[in-house]
């Protein structure tokens, strides 16, 4: 399984940003749901989950530092999980990584249940 992000790249406060993780492999298509996570981790800080969804039922779950500013969604005819950034702010200035845990049929949230990931796109949020 291969995950691929893109999308990152600098913009100003309040401004937007879509992220795209395309997901490729036998062993991604091969199940009708995945659990699909995003994301972040600013230099010297931990990495942090942001946003999680079920790409079969379409469940999500927020952080609550992005929930109401950032939107995931998924077109599964295309295996491409995205991540909407809207009112972006200096601290969300980060390296943003998906990452998905193979036939789920629920949401997992801790990284470490996470099987696969991908190399990270930059963002940049400048005040």
């Known amino acids: 399984v291969q995950l691929v992000e893109s999308g990152g790249g600098s913009v100003q406060a309040g401004g937007s940003l879509r992220l795209s993780c395309a997901a490729s492999g036998y062993g991604y298509t091969t199940h009708r749901s995945n659990c699909m996570g995003w994301f972040r981790q600013a230099p010297g800080k931990e990495r942090e989950a942001l946003a999680v969804?079920?790409?079969?039922?379409?469940?999500?779950f927020y952080a609550d530092s992005v929930k109401g500013r950032f939107t995931v969604s998924r077109d599964n005819a295309k295996s491409t999980v995205y991540l909407q950034m809207n009112s972006l702010k200096p601290e969300d200035t980060a390296m943003y990584f998906c990452a998905t845990h193979l036939d789920s049929g629920g949401l997992f949230w801790f990284e470490e249940y996470f099987e696969y990931w991908g190399q990270g796109t930059q963002v940049t949020v400048s005040s």
């Open positions: 969804i079920n790409t079969g039922t379409g469940e999500t």
